[in-house]
């Protein structure tokens, strides 16, 4: 590695070698792969989520506030998995939790799902006694109650951090989705709530139909550097106003695609797909490819790349409506009848 250029970086207040980590996935369920990820250079790990379905279940034998043995609510909990299809019950993910951090020296950060603000967030207190360095809420919900407005699903999101605020002392990270009427504004409240970081962002992820059996399907496909676009805008409209650290999450495949994040904003950088497509040595071809790419800049430290794409503008709304226009006007193809466009510039 280069020695003339510095890629230490501050995430939630852990200060990390470079900014790329490992996402929240099954990558670090095992213990000898969990070190092949340290070995191959991951400045920090996230472990997978524990559900607040797996929480209840466990402490009250109750999901959602309804008992899986009355009759009434066994087409809700109808699709939720056993408990033995879970990777790791709560016990076992605090004991591998206590188990990675035995066998690794970088920071590890423990993640919960859920999406209301009821008991399972206590559970918080048992992810620090373990050793968690920190904690990443995966707020992770499809609202179609059409009662419920987008104000009131807002604050529920922001009473769970408030929640988990108010009972932990290591530093938390909100991994939300992008579909907000007003991202901008939930990410200030996350911020005053006392959010140390947001994850931009949480992959939508929507059922297929599979059309013989006529039955919908789950999807999951990894991801292409398509869906960093996405990030990258709200990570440059963050970047700089609100206190907390961010981290992007989704569609970083190259170390191109991590300078980009960086460039946009970002303080750390999660990998899934990439990992899982290239193995954990890859870590160490996004680092060398980001110091790499800093020399040829002439740039020795994070401080001068990071959110030099700058989003924030006093007019802001007006450009992202001359953007949208631009682009449009940049299609260089053909049209519906063959003729070749000419190009807006
Ligand atoms: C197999 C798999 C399992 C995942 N499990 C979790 C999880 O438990 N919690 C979570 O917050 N995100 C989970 N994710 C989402 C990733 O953390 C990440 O946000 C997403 O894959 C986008 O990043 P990528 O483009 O680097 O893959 C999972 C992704 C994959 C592919």
Partial sequence: MSRTVDLTTTYLGLTLAHPFMVGASPLADHLDTVKRLEDGGAAAIVLHSLFEEQISMAES????????????????????????RYALAPDEYLEHLRRVKAAVSIPVIASLNGMTPESWLTFALNIADAGADALELN?????????????????EI??????????????IAAKVGPFFTAFGHLAHALDRAGAD???????????????????????????????????LRWAAILHGRVRCSLAVTGGVNTPTDGIKALLAGADGVQLVSAILRNGPSFFIAMRDGLARWMESKQL????????????????????ERANYIRTLQSWQGADAAGDPRRSAD
């Avoid at 959602?64 to 033995?84: I, K, V």
């Avoid at 707020?139 to 604050?155: C, F, H, K, L, N």
């Avoid at 020795?300 to 990071?306: K, P």
């Fill in 300 to 319: 020795t430290s994070l401080h001068q790349v990071r959110g030099k794409i700058n989003g924030q503008h006093e007019h802001a709304s007006i450009l």
């Fill in 158 to 171: 922001e009473l769970i951090v408030k929640e988990v605020k108010r009972h932990l002392k290591i530093p």
């Fill in 139 to 155: 707020i992770y919900e499809v609202v179609t109650d059409p009662t419920q407005s987008a104000m009131a699903v807002e604050r």
């Fill in 197 to 231: 970081g947001l994850v931009l962002f949480n992959r939508f992820y929507q059922p297929d139909i599979d059309v013989q059996a006529m039955t919908a399907t789950p999807h999951l496909e990894l991801s292409n550097s398509a869906e960093l676009l996405l990030r």
């Fill in 61 to 84: 034998g109750r999901i959602h506030q309804m008992d899986p043995l009355d009759c009434q609510f066994a087409g809700a909990l109808a699709g939720f998995p056993l408990p033995e």
